[in-house]
């Protein structure tokens, strides 16, 4: 599902994913033992999946029947991939992408489609999924040129956006002009992390964390019977964090330039300004804590796109949403609310 896999930097692994868990905190290993001598253990598993490394872990007494709700989760991620996939031919997005129209959409098509255009009309259009136009045009270009496209090309790309060019009605979805298309990129990873999360919550366990590169949704308590512990990478560092947050049946998400990009100095990256053309100019990453996952994986995304001023001023007003935003010169601005979440190493 993901754009400008040609030029992301592999190297950053673990990294690229904007937060990490903070598994070594003092004591654990003594704290850990006692916990499964009572009966509690972390169970974890890691695959690829969304093209990134997704890693659920789970606190439960059994490991075989943890096991089971893991793959359980898993499965789900793959149903939910396959039918927002737009790369894979014969799936409902690549069908509408090619054909201008969608019959007989899923629920969970129409669902996160009108979640979509929910955050477009909240941002003005800052956030829209027929961004695609202008990500594509830009992914082939670098692909087959090197460089960036014309403004010409640019210009033709931009009459494509808008989603007021969808028409949605239950049984159809159609593209008002030929050429259209859309993408769930900004979306849709959190949507599937949301719906693989129900089912470990449906499970009744004591805690769980899906991690999804830069998506992740902290269940319950963590193996300690604490809140989960969250680190935000600094954009500009990968030895350095931002914050160390504690959270738990809370999602947090992390949009940024550094992430997936075009050019070395990061002007060009996979986050496009649907209005403009162009990647922001003012910021780096910006970091969301919501109550769910779509919501954060989006939010962070549209407040990048926005800037420093408006991004910081959607996120303040919008209830149990609180985040973190670093402008291109490194400037750290947080929400009114966002110390809450904050503590020491």
């Keep these: 599902m993901k754009r400008f896999g040609f030029v992301m930097n592999r190297r950053k692994a673990l990294k690229v994913a904007g ?46 029947i943890a096991k089971t709700i893991i793959e359980e989760a898993f499965l789900e991620i793959d149903r939910l991939e396959g039918l927002f996939s737009s790369y894979r031919e014969g799936t409902p997005l690549w069908v509408l992408n090619s054909e201008g129209v969608l019959n007989d959409p899923s629920p969970e098509i129409l ?21 695609a136009a202008l990500s594509d045009l830009y992914s082939e270009t670098f692909e087959e040129k090197g460089k960036s496209p014309s403004v010409l090309e640019i210009e ?16 159809q979805i159609v593209f008002r002009h030929e050429g259209m298309s859309i993408s769930f990129d900004g979306i849709a990873k959190g949507y599937i992390v949301d719906k693989a999360a129900k089912i470990i919550r449906d499970a009744g366990v004591r805690g769980g964390l899906i991690d999804a590169g830069g998506d992740m949704v902290a269940l319950g308590e963590d193996l300690l019977g604490q809140n989960w512990r969250l680190a935000i ?9 931002l914050s160390v947050i504690s959270v738990r049946n809370a999602a947090v998400a992390t ?23 162009t990647s922001p100019d003012h910021t780096s990453s910006v970091s969301v804590v919501a109550p769910t996952a779509t919501d954060a994986d989006a939010l962070s995304t549209a407040a990048l796109v926005m800037g420093p001023d408006e991004g910081i001023k959607l996120l303040n007003k919008l209830s149990e949403v609180e985040g973190i935003l670093v ?3 490194q400037q750290i601005i ?5 110390s809450q979440y904050e503590v020491g190493v």
């Design 156 to 171: 033709n790309a931009l009459r494509l956006v808008g989603s007021k060019n969808i028409h949605v009605e239950p049984k």
């Design 19 to 64: 937060i990490s868990t903070l598994t070594t905190i003092g004591g654990l290993g003594l704290l850990r033992s006692i916990l499964v001598e009572i009966g509690f253990d972390l169970v974890k598993e890691t695959r690829t999946k969304m093209g990134t490394l997704v890693t659920i872990s789970l606190v439960h007494k059994d490991i075989d």
């Design 111 to 131: 669902e996160l489609l009108g979640y979509a255009l929910e955050i477009d009309s909240l941002t003005d259009g800052a956030f829209d999924v027929t961004v």
């Design 233 to 241: 990478q600094h954009p500009r560092s990968t030895e350095e964090y």
């Design 334 to 338: 947080k929400t009114d609310g966002f």
């Design 327 to 329: 402008t291109k010169d």
């Design 255 to 277: 949009s940024g330039d550094y992430m997936q990009y075009l050019t070395e100095d990061l002007v060009l990256h996979h986050i496009i300004d649907p209005r403009l053309g």
